[in-house]
């Protein structure tokens, strides 16, 4: 009995220590997301519904999956996904690519151009306010430990790790900016600093080249190392795609 109320209070606490980016953000900002009417991420949303139903190549995803409302609901939670065919975890983005190419006939897009960035945040929003729930054990086990190993490599001229700012610093001011904890719940995201939606990869790069250090290529398996080791930390967080950041 003793044990399980303690079991309880130390799963409180771990999900307490956890916080998302939202919570690190002003009362304006926060407003803004709170307001799908003032959120600007919601113009990528419309061109992603447009898109969903828009014939390209032989069908459209309606087509195949139906109405996206029920078809995706929980799918952006589970990603970065270990793909068996391919022997590597791949983010939504490459699955929904993946889709387009393979199963539409359609026409390859640009990673993080408009249509891809739309696609994805319309998939992502119907997963909004569920908990993360990557997978990591199994065949994907391998690729995690490669992420928390870059996670906690030390990187660039300045020689700092991720960890060394959004687990040892986070809550600290750097420059105008509080250190958030970094967690990836809200991708893709609008950013009042890109004045646009960009996607995790973008964030990531920007963090890098923070450090002077060089970034991951965009293709790159690292990347989604450590997309899936961001996102396995971030578990039990809600989605909030598209969220609205400083
Ligand atoms: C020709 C039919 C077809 C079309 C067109 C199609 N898909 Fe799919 N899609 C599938 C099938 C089949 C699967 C695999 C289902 C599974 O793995 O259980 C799938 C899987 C997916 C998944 C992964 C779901 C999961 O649970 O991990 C996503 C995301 C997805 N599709 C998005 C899209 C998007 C976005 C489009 C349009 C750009 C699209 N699909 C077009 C047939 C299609
Ligand atoms: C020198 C400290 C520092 C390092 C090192 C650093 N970051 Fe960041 N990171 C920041 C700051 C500051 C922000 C917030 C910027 C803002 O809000 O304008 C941020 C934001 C983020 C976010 C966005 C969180 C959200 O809520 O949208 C993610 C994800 C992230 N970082 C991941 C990483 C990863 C992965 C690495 C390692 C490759 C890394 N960061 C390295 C300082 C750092």
């Known amino acids: 009995m003793i044990r399980r109320i303690l079991l309880a209070a130390l799963l409180v606490m771990a999900a307490g220590e956890r916080h998302s980016g939202y919570q690190d953000a002003s009362p304006q900002v926060r407003a803004m997301q709170d ?7 919601f113009l990528w949303i419309q061109q992603g519904e447009t898109l969903w139903n828009e014939r390209a190549g032989s069908n459209s995803c309606a087509d195949c999956h139906g109405a996206a409302t029920t078809a995706m609901r929980g799918v952006a939670a589970r990603y970065p996904l270990f793909d068996a065919r391919l022997g590597r975890p791949i983010t939504l983005a490459q699955r929904i690519e993946q889709c387009r190419v393979e199963r539409q006939g359609a026409a390859q897009v640009l990673a993080e151009s408009d249509e891809a960035l739309a696609l994805t945040a319309y998939v992502g929003l119907q997963s909004r306010g569920l908990p993360l729930s990557v997978t990591t054990g199994g065949p994907t086990r391998q690729f995690y430990a490669a ?18 700012c959004h687990d040892d610093r986070a809550g600290e001011r750097l420059g105008g900016a509080v250190i958030p904890q970094g967690h990836p719940n809200g991708y893709p995201e609008y950013r ?6 960009g996607s995790l990869e973008r964030r990531i790069r ?10 991951f290529a965009a293709d790159s398996l690292e990347l989604v190392e450590l997309e899936l080791y961001l996102a396995a930390r ?10 609205v950041r400083p």
């Open 35 to 41: 307001d799908d009417a003032s959120n600007p991420g």
């Open 147 to 164: 992420g928390k190993a870059l996670f906690e490599k030390r990187l660039g001229q300045l020689n700092l790790a991720c960890a060394q």
């Open 192 to 197: 009042l600093e890109w004045q646009s939606i």
């Open 206 to 215: 920007n963090c890098m080249q923070g450090v002077r250090a060089e970034p």
């Open 234 to 243: 971030a578990n039990g967080l809600a989605v909030e795609t598209p969220a």
